[in-house]
């Protein structure tokens, strides 16, 4: 199984911040990651799959790179809808989350 | 519009089978490139894959559940059944329905998701 691993587990940050999320996988993978968002009570959403592309409809402050086993999320500029959980998922063998990254008002 | 609802029961004892049913609409899994599958997330914790099944019947699942899970489509009816063999209290969670569009195995659209625990 490859293992995913993001940190940090919990992120305090304000509106207008730049943040970062990193996610690494216990095996390259080359591209094969996607990002998704949950906030309490709700399904997850996708943000960005093949590390780097963007869902239809996401916000451009949210963007995302790397490739092998080192990944990241950034959100540009933090806004008040984006306090919520954040999750990597590696497709290119079977399919494996990393453990999530709150974000939260500091 | 897409859509994804997920039923089942809320409740099942310890060692028995849980079945639950995947209703979607919007989309018909004949298409190219469409799976279905489900996912898991146990209160406070991380999500995890399930099982997935293409339009021509072929079958994936997860290497660690791999012989409690059975996952079978009735096209007609546009549903997607999973079912769980002797459950057990850490297999308590929400269980989510997911579609992919692309053939590939990240997931655009989640159904509100089902929540199921175990208990005796």
């Known amino acids: 199984d490859i293992q995913m691993t993001q940190s940090p587990s919990t992120l305090s940050a304000s509106v207008g911040d730049r943040v970062t999320i990193t996610c690494r996988a216990s095996q390259g993978i080359s591209t094969w990651l996607a990002w998704y968002q949950q906030k309490p009570g709700k399904a997850p959403k996708l943000l960005i799959y093949?590390?780097?592309s963007l869902e239809s409809g996401v916000p451009s402050r949210f963007s995302g790179s790397g490739s092998g086993t080192e990944f990241t999320l950034t959100i540009s500029s933090l806004q008040p809808d984006d306090f919520a959980t954040y999750y990597c998922?590696?497709?290119?063998?079977?399919?494996?989350f990393g453990q999530g990254t709150k974000v939260e008002i500091k | 519009q897409v859509t994804l609802k997920e039923s089942g029961p809320t409740l099942v004892k310890p060692t028995q089978t849980l079945t639950l049913t995947c209703a979607f609409s919007g989309f018909s899994l004949s298409t190219s490139g469409v799976r279905v599958g489900w996912i898991r997330q146990p209160p406070g914790k991380a999500l995890e894959w399930l099982a997935l099944i293409y339009g021509n019947d072929d079958k994936r699942y997860s290497p660690s559940l791999k012989t409690r899970l059975t996952i079978t489509k009735d096209t007609s009816k546009n549903q997607v059944v999973l079912t769980m063999t002797n459950m057990d209290p850490v297999d308590t969670a929400t269980y989510y329905c997911?579609?992919?569009?692309?053939?590939?195995?990240?997931?655009?659209?989640w159904g509100r998701g089902t929540v199921v625990t175990v208990s005796s």
């Open positions: 998922q590696q497709y290119n063998s079977y399919s494996t």
């Open positions: 997911v579609h992919s569009k692309t053939g590939y195995w990240y997931f655009d659209l």
């Open positions: 093949k590390t780097s």
